[in-house]
T-cell receptor
Framework: GENVEQHPSTLSVQEGDSAVIKCTYS??????FPWYKQELGKRPQLIID?????GEKKDQRIAVTLNKTAKHFSLHITETQPEDSAVYFC???????????FGKGTMLLVSP | ETGVTQSPTHLIKTRGQQVTLRCSSQ?????VSWYQQALGQGPQFIFQ???????GRGNFPPRFSGLQFPNYSSELNVNALELDDSALYLC?????????????FGPGTRLLVL
């Protein structure tokens, strides 16, 4: 089955800096890659997703890049703010399968 | 916030007991997926229900079972509870039978097994 590795497990940045979280996946047939943000005690919320027919997607301060050859994808957050502090999860799936396989998460701490 | 709701919010059980968790999907969604999230880990897929039929199952034993009702709400049942079943149980609703559609998570039920 699919295996998703996520790094780093924790990331501390100063407000205004950029943050990058990286994930690798094992199943070359995976073609959908969402990112979820989970604040303490709250539900995971989708922040951005990318499908394998594109290499990059951007939404304001958040961007995701995908390298299908290397089987890795990354989340980029620019101009970080304290409210970006949360646990971020990457996930992967492929057409015809009902499973979303998640990484173990990255705790992002943005200090003022 | 999404329109997905779960009940109860918290639950304490003892080993060997049985538990039923409930999930109401977002309006217009016909698919419910269940995940187990242990402390400090990512959600792990338990199973998915699409139009009242099981549509995929993760690596969980048969004592984890579920069903989906005609209104697309869903239940997760766990029999013979074990200490390791202590976790946050999340349901997510979506439209369509696969994960390619965006999954919207409920707030979760935190289960503690003593």
């Amino acid at each position: 089955g699919e295996n998703v590795e996520q790094h780093p497990s924790t990331l501390s940045v100063q407000e205004g800096d950029s943050a990058v979280i990286k994930c690798t996946y094992s199943d070359s047939a995976s073609n959908y890659f969402p990112w979820y943000k989970q604040e303490l005690g709250k539900r995971p919320q989708l922040i951005i997703d990318i499908r394998s027919n594109v290499g990059e997607k951007k939404d304001q301060r958040i961007a995701v890049t995908l390298n299908k050859t290397a089987k890795h994808f990354s989340l980029h957050i620019t101009e970080t703010q304290p409210e970006d502090s949360a646990v971020y999860f990457c996930a992967a799936s492929r057409s015809g399968y009902s499973t979303l396989t998640f990484g173990k998460g990255t705790m992002l701490l943005v200090s003022p | 916030e999404t329109g997905v709701t779960q009940s109860p919010t918290h639950l304490i059980k003892t080993r060997g007991q049985q538990v039923t968790l409930r999930c109401s999907s977002q309006s217009g969604h016909n698919t419910v997926s269940w995940y187990q999230q242990a402390l400090g880990q990512g959600p792990q897929f338990i199973f998915q229900y699409y139009r009242e039929e099981e549509n995929g199952r993760g690596n969980f034993p048969p004592r984890f079972s579920g069903l989906q009702f005609p209104n697309y709400s869903s239940e997760l049942n766990v029999n013979a509870l074990e200490l390791d079943d202590s976790a946050l149980y999340l349901c997510a609703s979506s439209s369509g039978g696969g994960p390619q559609e965006t999954q919207y998570f409920g707030p979760g039920t935190r289960l503690l097994v003593l």
